[in-house]
């Protein structure tokens, strides 16, 4: 839920730690609980694209290769 207006109104991601996020991209993957959450899912991809300094790359390890990797899977 992290990003998303849902969450953003009460507890924040703090600006400081963009940075470590970028830094960090090929340790994250993306996960949801969708249908579960209180928005739609194409909003919880959206809002990662619009993360200060987040790039094309970046969302390709979050979203696919990162996951492939550490399922042994080809990645892109």
């Known amino acids: 839920m992290a990003f ?3 969450v953003e109104e ?3 991601f703090p600006p400081a730690e963009y940075e470590r996020l970028r830094l960090y991209g090929d340790r994250i993957l ?3 609980d969708f249908p579960n959450i ?3 899912f194409i909003d919880a991809l959206r809002v990662l694209t ?3 300094g ?3 790359e970046w969302l ?3 979203f696919h290769d990162n ?3 550490l399922f042994d899977l080809p990645s892109s």
Request: proline share 12%; aromatic share 12%.
């Open 50 to 52: 619009r993360i200060p």
């Open 4 to 6: 998303t207006a849902f």
């Open 38 to 40: 209180p928005y739609g």
């Open 67 to 69: 996951a492939a990797r």
């Open 30 to 32: 993306f996960g949801s």
């Open 60 to 62: 390709r390890k979050v």
């Open 54 to 56: 987040i790039d094309d």
């Open 10 to 12: 009460t507890m924040p």
